[in-house]
Antibody, heavy 121, light 109 residues
Framework: QITLKESGPTLVKPTQTLTLTCTFSGFSLSTSGVGVGWIRQPPGKALEWLALIYWDDDKRYSPSLKSRLTITKDTSKNQVVLTMTNMDPVDTATYYC?????????????WGQGTLVTVSS | SYVLTQPPSVSVAPGKTARITCGGNNIGSKSVHWYQQKPGQAPVLVIYYDSDRPSGIPERFSGSNSGNTATLTISRVEAGDEADYYCQVWDSSSDHREVFGGGTKLTVL
């Protein structure tokens, strides 16, 4: 059974850097074809993809947020970390991490429960 | 950039068939995935590779994709199907990125 769980601060101040950790079990991020992605959802709004890291350490970022995002993995700890710099109130959202079982097609299954991050001074 | 267009809302009576569309330029050439999201919950994959169902997803859920439109079809709709539904593709153009549609709220009358 694959599970993922997001952790990190629930409140950050504008201009600060957000660091979120996705801790997973039930799969290895060293297995060919596997990836972990981050997706966010502002309250009442649609899903927005942020970043994806593959088993071979290839990384993909949302073009609109690329300058602010960094995704890394620690295979030994079964963790993926997302950092987002220069946080703004518009970045208030629930942040999800999700397992991607098939590189190049990149569907997400399953997802973590999500963590709500509020950006406010 | 690639854009996926979904109707904001679809309404259907119980027992009837709901069809939720996802429009995109030549989307038929891409693999489309669909997610169901109920209030306060994380999204759940219901269709991948246009028409494949993950284990545990009822056969009432099906998908198709051709031309400029992909469609999620839910047969014999139940009250428990009321949720937001999102389509998703991988845009393999120069910037290589995931794209989600804007979501469709399915209301069971």
């Amino acid at each position: 059974q694959i599970t993922l769980k997001e952790s990190g601060p629930t409140l950050v101040k504008p201009t600060q850097t957000l660091t979120l950790t996705c801790t997973f079990s039930g799969f290895s991020l060293s297995t060919s074809g596997v990836g972990v992605g981050w997706i966010r959802q502002p309250p009442g709004k649609a899903l927005e993809w942020l970043a994806l890291i593959y088993w071979d350490d290839d990384k993909r970022y949302s073009p609109s947020l690329k300058s602010r995002l960094t995704i890394t993995k620690d295979t030994s700890k079964n963790q993926v970390v997302l950092t987002m710099t220069n946080m703004d109130p518009v970045d208030t959202a629930t942040y999800y991490c999700a397992h991607s079982p098939a590189a190049a097609e990149n569907w997400f299954d399953p997802w973590g429960q999500g963590t709500l991050v509020t950006v406010s001074s | 950039s690639y854009v996926l267009t979904q109707p904001p809302s679809v309404s259907v009576a119980p027992g009837k068939t709901a069809r939720i569309t996802c429009g995109g330029n030549n989307i038929g050439s891409k693999s489309v995935h669909w997610y169901q999201q109920k209030p306060g919950q994380a999204p759940v994959l219901v269709i991948y590779y246009d028409s494949d169902r993950p284990s545990g997803i009822p056969e009432r859920f099906s998908g198709s994709n051709s031309g400029n439109t992909a469609t999620l079809t839910i047969s014999r709709v139940e009250a428990g199907d009321e949720a937001d539904y999102y389509c998703q593709v991988w845009d393999s153009s120069s910037d290589h990125r995931e794209v989600f549609g804007g979501g469709t709220k399915l209301t069971v009358l």
